[in-house]
């Protein structure tokens, strides 16, 4: 193994650790809202804050990381994300009231959003193109477990060590691999003497790249698909809790079904490639991910609930790793802003599928929301099919 490859594969796992950490931290919100709604005397919809305000301010900043990465280097940029995300979990513990729990989950989400992408565009620049869907998937897998894991804690906090605790192993989390990276960047050779674009420029830059069709186009479909697919998965614990008389642990455990089939897709991504091929990924997610909605919208009894959790997360994550290639190679000389425009959609389409979402909620409409978010997921399917056949 040559030195280079081994630089590649020990900063991956690193960078894995990080996201692991990231995902944990997006998805720990999603169980805890009946609890959250019952101690603080709001709605579960008003409770939902606690997803989107992370999701909008995660969108947001990834306008400036993207410049901040290309400016002073991504792993340092990630390494000081991920440290200060450690910090913000312990202190958002602490909050006595939902007013201060949503500013502090804004501030985890302006801190968490330096990681994951900026992860994403170092695979971009050190990965050559046939070998990066593999590399992403495995960098996928590490965030896979950590949506896993933070769904299940965080509905195991809230049923019985209290959803407090859930925060403060998320600061343990973020800080172990705060440590490593740290020390990484210690050890690590010396870049190459290049001078790096100036803020000025690099935001300049943003403007460049969003003034290009393909870079609209990748995050318009990015958008739509954020807010129909992750703008339904913040209340599929709420619907298993409240339509499937599950416990809150329960749901999370049930949800955590829906990062298996993540899991089964990162660990297989080559043979699932090679025997369908990249459109054909699309084509499979997009019907697997609308069967899944309707199954959980229609359907009755707990295995159902299971199946359906599943075939969501197998099908998700072929449509999104699918997309997540083409923003690596959208704009390959801004890799580090472009994919944080990717990941700027990806969240503010969230955020706008979680508000909508809340609505329904709140008047009892939750299955037809998901039934129409199903044939929204088959029309995007159809637009990013398209999508795929242009390079």
Known sequence: MTSSHQFEQSHLRLLGLAGFASMASMRIGDPML?????????????????????????????????????????????????????????????????PMLLVMRGLMGAAAAGIIPLSMAWVGDQVPYERRQETLAKLMSATVIGMMSGLWFGGFASDTLGWRSAFVLLAVMFAWPALLLWRARQKSPAPAATQPPSLIASFRLTGQLLSTSRVRLVMSVTATEGALVFGAMAFMPTHLHQQFDLSVVAAGSVMMLYGVGGLLYSQMARRWLAWLGERGLVRAGAAMVAIGLLVLAWGSGVWVGMLACLLMGLGFYMLHNTLQVQATQMAPAARGTAVSLFACSLFFGQSTGVLLMAQSVDMGWLTYAFTGVAVGVLLLGAVIYRLVGRH
């Open 34 to 98: 009946v609890v959250l709604g019952q101690e603080f005397q709001v709605s579960t919809g008003e409770a939902s804050g606690v997803v989107s305000v992370f999701a909008v301010v995660y969108g947001l900043m990834q306008l400036f990381y993207g410049p901040l990465g290309e400016r002073f280097g991504k792993l340092r940029v990630v390494s000081l994300a991920v440290a200060a995300c450690a910090l913000l979990s312990a202190i958002t513990a602490l909050s006595v009231n939902l």
